[in-house]
């Protein structure tokens, strides 16, 4: 509506890219996806609007969103149907070991079946055994299943002395067979099960209901998780855990509200990018620059909340552009396509998009440059661009997105707290390659272990150069400091005493139980994926309890190597609980 009015184009440019910064505070997914709406904003051409073409575009771009969603509903990826069987599986088996438990006979050694549980996780986790950053909602699709078959082996040696405990167990196993389906009846089927659970525990006596109370819990998180609704009878605990869509987009709102300040760095973000796409679109409109739309869209493409990330990575994600563009010119140059035909490269190039994100955002960037060159010839009646003009618009977009960072940098705390967090995120996955390495086979392992160290040697780098730049003014300040870089080179220490006690066949020394309870610690350790807004956090109470699983893993096993992996891990653990509970740098701005 307002690309034909210069002024008031500017201004919604630059009111839209500012909200479209703020779900940065969401995570980076949700920051991006939002910030691509922008895209179809700063290319639209300068003509007087109609309400055809308004209310048509509009309608198109809400039916491209719709038809993903149908495709992906109708024709779901392989990967998930195998999950789902898995899920199925699992949940099957758990109920079948809960009702064997409730007959009171002698529980069976092991009390759980842990066949399905394992295969269960070898469908959501990689076959190559990297650790990597999943979302907690994620992982709880099979590490529920595995707390579940971890109570039921708690209770396993309860089974049978009282009724009610029997009862307890059945009405589990019921509901753990209800999640196990997914026809529509498996709701009514959870909700009744779990009513009887919930009558069961009630006459439970004060010794039981402990271990009980949490099958329970585990029990309303499952039909919750799994059949995507909540039964009437959910705790409070699991609705607020798991919000629905109203109370999720509320939160939302307050988080991203919570961020308009002027030391936070999403709310910096987002100025910046508001700022620089304005003046992109002014070059654009009042100096008449050829494709000057590329302009705004490589500040796009280029600028990112952290710094570091724009710095470092602005030179690599301007050259994927321009070997993108150069790509995509010379196909418009030679094939002089039409509409159809510049609908059908795009097209291939947008699967070619998906293949090239396994080489890194390098090859990303030239893939999607290039499909979009296409996508934008698709409605263009002029000469396609020159490879000329598209590269003077996209250094100019890439100089403009450093320049926003150098005019407008985050404050020295906020800096420090940044370089901090990615500090930590590179040295646990340092941590986390050293144990996938003592435990797991995996392709070159000594390039692994070295790509991980120089990562976070340049992280320890770029670290302390911000902490010199910092002003220390408080005592408590000082002590942060202090006590994190004392945490972290303990944690340095006992990956390099783990790299020099790695098994010579680490796949023939382990068992699968013991290799598992070490993965559940890598999960632990790795955490939730960081946001700019909280860019380092640990859980420690989740790291606890997977390095005490681990102990009891390995408590009957008295081999050299599994003693000294426990002692290290309970070092990194400990060292890493004093960062989670230390206040930050900008604790006592």
Not at 62 to 82: D, E, H, K, S, T
């Amino acid at each position: 509506m307002t690309s034909a009015y210069s002024a008031v184009f500017l201004a919604a440019v630059a009111v839209w890219c500012f909200c479209a910064a703020m779900p940065w505070a969401l995570g980076a997914r949700a920051g991006m996806i939002a910030g691509a709406s922008a895209a179809l904003l700063v290319i639209a051409p300068p003509v007087a609007p109609t309400l055809a073409s308004t209310l048509g575009t509009s309608a198109l771009v809400v039916a491209g969103g719709v038809v993903q969603a149908a495709l992906i509903a109708v024709w779901p990826q392989r990967r998930r149907r195998v999950q789902r069987d898995a899920l199925t599986a699992a949940y099957r088996s758990l109920a079948a070991d809960a009702r064997k438990l409730a007959g009171g006979a002698a529980p069976p050694d092991p009390a759980v079946d842990t066949e399905p549980l394992i295969a269960l996780r070898a469908a959501f986790t990689p076959a190559d055994g990297r650790a990597g950053r999943r979302a907690a909602q994620f992982r709880d699709w099979y590490g529920l299943p595995e707390r579940i078959a971890t109570t039921l082996t708690g209770l396993a040696g309860r089974a049978g002395r009282t009724k009610a405990l029997s009862d307890v167990l059945l009405a589990g196993a019921d509901t753990l067979a209800a999640v196990a389906e997914t026809r529509r009846s498996a709701h009514d089927d959870a909700d009744a099960a779990i009513r009887r659970l919930d009558s069961a525990i009630a006459e439970l006596t004060s010794a039981e209901s402990a271990v009980v109370q949490r099958f329970s819990m585990q029990l309303h998180e499952s039909v919750a998780l799994r059949l995507g609704d909540f039964v009437p009878s959910a705790p409070d605990a699991i609705r607020l855990r798991r919000p629905e869509l109203r109370t999720s987009v509320r939160s939302a709102v307050d988080l991203m509200r919570s961020h308009l300040d002027r030391h936070s760095p999403v709310f910096r973000h987002a100025v910046r990018l508001s700022v620089a796409m304005a003046a992109g679109c002014a070059v654009a409109r009042f100096a008449d620059a050829a494709q000057g739309y590329w302009i705004p869209l490589t500040v796009l493409l280029v600028l990112r909340p952290e710094t570091a990330h724009t710095y470092t990575r602005c030179v690599g994600r301007v050259a994927g552009n321009t070997w993108g563009m150069v790509a995509s010119s010379a196909l418009l140059l030679l094939l002089h396509p039409g509409a159809v035909a510049s609908v059908v490269l795009a097209t291939v190039l947008v699967g070619v998009c998906y293949a090239a994100a396994e080489f890194g955002y390098l090859a990303l960037a030239a893939a999607s440059t290039a499909a979009l060159v296409l996508l934008i010839n698709i409605d263009r009646s002029a000469e396609p661009a020159t490879v000329g003009q598209l590269l003077f618009a996209t250094l100019v977009g890439g100089v403009m997105a450093v320049l926003a960072h150098v005019l407008l940098p985050d404050d020295g705390l906020t800096r420090l707290r940044q370089r901090a967090g990615e500090l930590l995120k590179t040295e646990i996955d340092y941590a986390a390659t050293v144990i996938k390495t003592y435990v797991h086979e995996l392709d070159n392992p000594a390039d692994a272990l070295a790509a991980a160290w120089q990562r976070a040697f340049r992280a320890r780098a770029a670290f302390e150069a911000a902490a010199g730049a910092t002003r220390m003014e408080s005592r408590e300040r000082r002590h942060w400091l202090r006590s994190y870089r004392t945490a972290l080179n303990a944690v340095t220490t006992a990956c390099t005493t783990l790299e020099a006690n790695v098994p010579a066949n680490p796949s023939a020394v382990w068992s699968r139980e013991f290799a598992l309870a070490v993965d559940e610690y890598v999960e632990s350790l790795c955490g939730d994926p960081p946001t700019p807004a909280s860019p380092w956090t640990v859980d420690s109470a989740a790291l606890a309890a997977a390095d005490q699983r681990l102990r009891d893993a390995v408590s009957e096993r008295e081999d050299g190597p599994a003693r000294v992996l426990v002692a290290e891990l309970a070092t990194i653990t400990r060292h890493l609980s004093v960062i989670a509970v230390s206040p930050g740098p900008t604790a006592a701005r």
